[in-house]
């Protein structure tokens, strides 16, 4: 825009400059013609030359004349290049004349010209005998000297205000280039394969790396005493259950069954939610990587050796897949879908990883009974269990849904369309490679 106006200002100053010494140019001509002219026995003499050419160039546009006004003066006097034209002059009621006698007007000319006209009527002798001068300019011509300047102004103004915005987005972006590296180093942070920023940097923003380096830093070290906090919160809980195990051993009966199974529960329960104060920890502060495809395999492994009457298949769609995540906790997710396939199905369990827009999609399916629609929210609800008659806590399919949904993917349980039972699929976030 600033462009814009500077070329408008620029137009308009030199329209308005050319115009008036053009107009000025015109009443010098006009003199001249005056000089020139006298009266030889009552009629106009005289050969005016205002020194330009194009006054002796047929339908130049430029022109002069000289008439007679006062009755006792005869004979005219015109340019050649005016020929045999006539141009009119308007009432002095509608263009009067000015303090210095004299008055502007335009008037159209030969082959549509727009003519600029000075004019001015003098008295040549003592006969009080009076003529009318006018030198008339061709104000077309004049006008497209204007227009072709404004037309080249903005042109190269444009090219000037491009070549500009050229360069400064040039050196905009070369300037940008170290936060540009900061970005990238992190997405590598976040993706877990740099651990702090480089601080190679220029001097403006090299403490701002520093700076997030040192949070960086704080954040690890919040979170190793967050685990520091939870091991030792597990270790003690271990033994007083430990003796509760035992003693309900020792108690025997009924009495002991309720407190073994009870015991049990509270094991697997302080277990999640330690687990899953840890997935929290973990996601404020530094992304982990795992890879996928080794952790699967040997899962499979472990769950063929539990289960050798059944077969058990390995499906994989997507061998490089990494999980943006802990490998224990991708383990346990994992590993109690595989249980709990391995308890309900028939004879085949498979396991699939495949890629999906969200991320990656881990499928455990078997070919047991499967679950009514109307039982899926049960299976999810902490505790419940469908089928007494199985050993179990009820905890496994809760703790994978609350575990999957920390770390922001999703578990849907549903019929496996090929081998009829249930399909468990977990969608979870990858990193970068």
């Known amino acids: 825009m600033s462009f814009v106006a ?17 107009k000025q140019l015109l009443s010098a001509h006009l003199f001249s013609v005056i000089a020139s002219v006298s009266v030889n026995d009552g009629t106009l003499a005289g050969r005016p030359d205002p020194g330009e050419v194009r006054y002796s160039s047929p339908l130049s546009g430029w022109y002069w004349s000289v008439e007679p006004v006062a009755d006792n003066l005869k004979g005219s006097l015109k340019s050649v290049s005016l020929g045999d034209w006539e141009i009119d002059s308007p009432s002095t009621l509608n263009v009067p004349f000015d303090t210095s006698f004299q008055r502007s007007y335009i008037e159209p000319g030969p082959n549509g010209q727009q003519l600029s006209v000075v004019e001015t009527e003098v008295v040549l002798d003592a006969e009080n005998r009076v003529a009318r001068f006018r030198v008339m300019g061709n104000l077309s011509e004049v006008e497209g000297e204007i227009a072709h300047f404004r037309n080249t102004l903005y042109f190269y103004l444009g090219i000037f205000g491009l070549g500009g915005t050229l360069i400064n987005a040039a050196v905009i972006l070369f300037g940008l280039r170290p936060l540009d590296r900061v970005r990238r180093s992190l997405a590598d942070i976040r993706e877990g394969k740099v651990s702090r920023l480089d601080e190679r940097l220029p001097d403006e923003i090299a403490p701002l790396a520093r700076e997030m380096n040192a949070l960086i830093e704080n954040n690890r070290r919040i979170m190793e005493r967050s ?3 939870v091991g030792n919160l597990a270790h003690s809980l271990k033994t007083p259950l430990s003796v509760l195990v035992n003693e309900s051993r020792t108690i025997g009966g009924t009495d002991g ?48 050796k539990l ?16 999980f943006a995540g802990e490998q224990e906790d991708l383990e346990e997710v994992v590993g109690n879908l595989l249980e709990n396939a391995g308890k309900w199905g028939r004879s085949v369990i498979r396991l699939t990883l495949a890629k999906v827009d969200s991320g990656l999609e881990i499928s455990v399916e078997d070919d047991g009974a499967g679950l009514a629609p109307g039982q899926i929210k049960d299976a999810l609800t902490r505790g419940k269990r469908l089928d007494e008659s199985k050993p179990g806590t009820g905890l496994g399919l809760s703790i994978v849904h609350d575990t999957v949904r920390e770390y922001g993917g999703t578990l849907r349980l549903e019929r496996s369309a090929d081998l009829g039972g249930l399909a468990a699929r977990l969608t979870l976030p990858v990193a970068g490679n």
């Open 307 to 322: 289960n050798p009457e059944m077969d058990v298949q390995f499906n994989n769609y997507m061998d490089d897949a990494i």
């Open 257 to 304: 069954r309720i407190i073994a199974e009870q015991t049990k529960a509270m094991q697997v329960q302080v277990q999640h939610y330690l687990q899953r104060a840890r997935v929290a920890a973990q996601r404020d502060s530094v992304v982990f990587r795992a890879l996928v495809t080794p952790i699967l395999t040997r899962l499979v492994r472990v769950t063929t």
């Open 227 to 229: 685990r520091t906090q």
């Open 6 to 22: 500077i070329a408008t200002i620029i137009s308009t100053i030199y329209g308005e400059a050319r115009l008036q010494s053009f």
